[in-house]
């Protein structure tokens, strides 16, 4: 980063979660660019990024964490960012977790440098969003509705910009499954506020085939022959993944509430994949999934209504291929990594 060029803006990219141990995967083609969130495209548009590694954690950051509940790896990920920002002009983040110590510090005049911050929904506690939106040198948001409910004394330094899928990515592997299409089953693989439970009671009455990835913790009550339980084991690409999207019919996103941003990830591949989706209805996502015909509604946890649209897929294969084609046509003209990035570099370069 210290032999960038001056008109280059300099970055040094965080998250709490941390995304380092997933760069080479992405180098190597094995990991999508989405979750970066234009870090690894910045470079294209006169940003030069570097992607921190996070400390790793001690056996008591490690008790704590797990026996108590208690996260403290905030303070020496504040050290690191303030050791490691020294070369850049700018630390960018896709969360703002893990900064409210950095944030603290900058509000208080002791930390100098510019942070840009993208907020995915509004906190429950007022202090903590009062610091993320008070320290923060520009914020971005991704869904109109989060935007909506900035307030209104941080607006002028608030943008919306729209996000999407890594295109890249999924051209790699589309149409090159090594199985033989099936093109029939339906195909869950998020894992964030997710509704297992509705869905797989209208699985279970429709008798259709799935392929469901749960998390480790979740144990179903009854899964009939139909349904294939898959668990998300060690370091998971998604590449591992692309042949199964290929040969789905159709993405299923049932989320646990629809009062926040949920489910846009999985979204975005079920369009990038050029297959259609059924999803918990959700005013957080930007475009009216059944007005742009990419994929239909569900009801909040109703099982009648996610059987009739699971029904109504499954019985008009030619209507689901036709909702795909034009979610992949929207992601390729509106909701993609690349027209982010471009706008996300012209805001950061503005400041």
């Known amino acids: 980063m210290?032999?960038?060029?001056?008109?280059?803006?300099?970055?040094l990219f965080y998250q709490s979660n941390d995304k380092f141990k997933y760069l080479q995967a992405y180098k190597e083609g094995k990991y999508f660019g989405q979750t970066f969130y234009g870090a690894t495209h910045l470079s294209k548009y006169g940003c030069d990024v570097e992607i921190m590694q996070n400390p790793e954690?001690?056996?008591?950051?490690?008790?704590?964490?797990?026996?108590?509940?208690?996260?403290?790896?905030?303070?020496?990920?504040?050290?690191s960012l303030i050791?490691?920002?020294?070369?850049?002009?700018?630390?960018y983040a896709p969360y703002p977790s893990g900064l409210?110590?950095?944030?603290?510090?900058?509000l208080l005049g002791i930390f100098k440098k510019k942070i840009v911050v993208i907020v995915h929904n509004n906190r429950r506690n007022f202090i903590l969003q009062e610091i993320y939106l008070r320290g923060t040198d520009k914020i971005i948001c991704i869904s109109k509705a989060t935007?909506?409910?900035?307030?209104?004394?941080?607006?002028?330094?608030?943008?919306?910009?729209?996000?999407?899928?890594?295109?890249d990515f999924y051209k790699q592997k589309k149409n090159s499954s090594t199985q033989q299409s099936v093109h029939?089953?339906?195909?869950?693989?998020?894992?964030?506020?997710?509704?297992?439970?509705?869905?797989?009671?209208?699985?279970?009455?429709?008798?259709?085939?799935?392929?469901?990835?749960?998390?480790?913790?979740?144990?179903?009550?009854?899964?009939?022959?139909?349904?294939?339980?898959?668990?998300?084991?060690?370091?998971?690409?998604?590449?591992d993944l692309l042949d199964e999207y290929s040969n789905a019919l159709a993405f299923v996103i049932p989320t646990n509430n629809n009062t926040k941003l949920l489910g846009l990830t999985s979204l975005f591949e079920a369009?990038?994949?050029?297959?259609?989706?059924?999803?918990?209805?959700?005013?957080?996502?930007?475009?009216?999934?059944?007005?742009?015909?990419?994929?239909?509604?569900a009801n909040l946890k109703d099982v009648d209504d996610w059987i009739k649209k699971l029904k109504y897929l499954h019985e008009n294969p030619e209507e689901a291929k036709k909702m795909g084609d034009k979610g992949y046509a929207l992601c390729s003209n509106r909701y993609n990594l690349n027209l982010f990035s471009q706008k996300l570099a012209a805001v950061i370069k503005s400041l």
Not at 2 to 11: D, L, Q, W, Y
Not at 57 to 79: A, V, W
Not at 83 to 91: C, F, G, T, V
């Open 2 to 11: 210290g032999s960038a060029n001056k008109s280059r803006s300099r970055i």
């Open 57 to 79: 954690p001690s056996r008591l950051e490690n008790f704590l964490k797990t026996k108590l509940k208690t996260d403290i790896s905030f303070f020496k990920h504040t050290h």
């Open 83 to 91: 050791r490691n920002s020294k070369k850049a002009d700018i630390i």
């Open 100 to 106: 409210a110590f950095l944030l603290c510090l900058k």
């Open 147 to 167: 935007f909506q409910h900035i307030p209104e004394k941080f607006k002028s330094k608030t943008s919306y910009l729209e996000w999407g899928p890594d295109l």
């Open 184 to 239: 029939n089953y339906f195909i869950s693989t998020g894992k964030a506020d997710r509704d297992f439970e509705t869905l797989l009671r209208a699985l279970n009455n429709t008798n259709l085939p799935a392929i469901l990835y749960l998390p480790k913790d979740y144990s179903p009550t009854e899964i009939k022959p139909n349904i294939q339980i898959k668990n998300y084991k060690g370091l998971f690409f998604p590449i």
């Open 271 to 297: 369009m990038a994949m050029k297959k259609p989706v059924i999803m918990t209805y959700n005013k957080y996502i930007d475009f009216d999934i059944e007005k742009e015909n990419v994929g239909l509604w």
